[in-house]
């Protein structure tokens, strides 16, 4: 089979570069990756669409080809999209309809791909916009819908048209609706997704998610050739010796031993750093078991230093940094850069082998993958209850990770406290927390899902369709000021009853 993933946004080379330091460089990308060389293994043949960028501080991505060395059977393949400069997500919107679609539609000509696979608002948008010319079939990820990060950045009627402006909500909910309307099958992560992110208000009448025809839970898996406990990057002494170097710089001689707690997520707002800070900084036991480790994508020394940090890493280190000085905190607390998910992984190794652990408190994750890349790792995870870490590390037989409140310091210190005041609760979370990866968490399976799925829908492409498809937006057809998805048309949406 030919499967084309689209995904426009960020972008893909054989050095994963920029991953983890910028948000449009996230998780998603590393999902669309993996899975991608999964099917490849599967004797697929795969392309990865992607925006061409060609641009003095982006050299990496002017190419039109590019490839994994590893997997010979799958294409990187970017194709222009308005400018020739990087441009943010949510400025890509009239150019993916004006350029991206077109370009697609004049590179495979006659021979196009079996199915498409989309990934977030945009290139679900995409995906319907290529059904609708050619007839063929497309499968939706959303990975994160508009309607939830509305909510948490508490848009109201007073701030509505200043988060559109920013974040351009009203085409990324037009096309999130239109895309699991029309998609053959849409794919969550957990069952906790599609019961609730696909089931908001703002969603009404786009699909109905309890028609088990129109969804399939596949969740993501680890890469285990990196994250694995036993694999080792060619890079594995090095790292080490940075991290030792980094603990030297910051830590009191006398607590360079202990082990630490680990904090991996982009500094945002929403990963809530702040909590698990004030969770150490409120518990002397904790401090006197372990130190805090914050690992961060490009800073190098982000509590001192704001040099490359973005506004809102700014916002979010001067939060921390409050709080390590009126707790006094210094000697005991440590951030600096990681580059990539090798040195990352290495870094998990290393630390597991001192007793450390992971900890996200985010207020909400999704699927939380990153737990589960630490736990294969040897890592003890204590996670947020709130999000997809509820289904992947707890089933109703067994814990395997800790689950915490993240609004609540206390509850966050009584879960790390839970597993670095026991040793033998550390090496049980540890045991577990691992074999549950290797048995439910891999690529290997989430492609396994997907291809069973897409074969499926190639034999019958019609079959799962809604009875009443929605209309395309005049603006994803000719996007021009006179035809832009209004403030009116979001407020009702979001607000109101939904109409398209």
């Known amino acids: 089979m030919h499967i084309a993933f689209l995904n426009p946004q960020g972008n893909f080379d054989s050095r994963d570069s920029y991953w983890t330091e910028h948000p449009d460089f996230g998780g998603q990308l590393v999902y669309v990756k993996q899975v991608a060389l999964a099917l490849a293994e599967l004797g697929q043949q795969v392309d990865i669409l992607t925006r061409q960028i060609i641009a003095p501080h982006w ?242 020394d982000p509590l001192h230093v704001n040099a490359g940090a973005s506004l809102t890493e700014m916002e979010v280190l001067a939060g921390l940094r409050t709080v390590v000085e009126e707790y006094d905190l210094w000697g005991k607390i440590s951030a600096f850069a990681l580059r990539g998910q090798p040195a990352l992984a290495a870094a998990y190794r290393y630390l597991a082998r001192r007793g450390s652990v992971f900890a996200l408190t985010a207020l909400y994750e999704p699927f939380g993958l990153a737990p589960l890349e630490a736990a294969a790792a040897g890592l003890p995870v204590i996670v947020t209850k709130n999000g997809g870490p509820s289904e992947s590390l707890v089933d109703a037989e067994t814990e395997y990770g800790v689950l915490v409140d993240p609004t609540d310091p206390a509850d966050i210190a009584r879960g790390l406290m839970r597993v670095l005041g026991d040793a033998a609760s550390w090496a049980n979370f540890a045991a ?40 395309l937006h005049p603006y994803f057809r000719v996007p021009t000021a006179e035809n832009a998805i209004t403030l009116a048309e979001l407020a009702q949406l979001y607000f109101g009853e939904s109409a398209d």
């Open 59 to 300: 050299p990496e991505f002017a190419g039109k080809f590019d490839a994994y060395p590893e997997a010979k059977n799958v294409r990187i393949i970017r194709l222009p999209a308005g400018p020739e400069k990087f441009l943010r997500k949510e400025s890509l919107w009239p150019y993916l309809v004006r350029d991206w679609v077109p370009h697609i539609l004049e590179f495979y000509g006659e021979e196009l791909p079996d199915i498409f696979t989309t990934h977030y608002g945009d290139g679900g948008l995409c995906g319907a916009l290529l059904e609708d010319a050619t007839g063929t079939p497309f499968t939706f990820t959303g990975h994160s819908l508009g309607a939830q990060k509305m909510d948490k950045l508490h848009v109201s009627a007073e701030n509505l048209a200043e988060m559109d402006a920013q974040f351009h909500f009203g085409a990324r909910l037009k096309a999130e609706r239109l895309s699991m309307n029309r998609s053959a099958v849409n794919f969550t992560s957990t069952t906790q997704e599609r019961q609730e992110q696909y089931a908001h208000p703002a969603y009404r009448g786009a699909v109905e998610t309890a028609d088990d025809r129109r969804f399939a839970v596949i969740p993501p898996g680890v890469n285990l050739t990196t994250f694995g406990a036993a694999a080792h990057s060619a890079h594995e002494e090095t790292v080490q010796e940075h991290v030792q170097a980094m603990l030297a710089r910051d830590v009191a001689a006398e607590r360079r031993e202990l082990p630490a707690i680990i904090a991996s997520s982009r500094l945002d707002p929403k990963k809530n750093h702040l909590a698990l800070v004030r969770a150490f900084a409120q518990h002397p036991a904790l401090q006197e078991r372990a130190n805090l480790v914050i690992f961060t994508g490009a800073l190098d």
């Open 432 to 471: 577990r927390g691992r074999q549950r990866v290797l048995d439910g968490y891999t690529w290997e399976r989430t492609a396994s899902g997907y291809l069973a799925r897409m074969e499926k829908v190639v034999a019958a492409p019609a079959a799962n369709r809604p009875a009443e498809l929605l209309p």
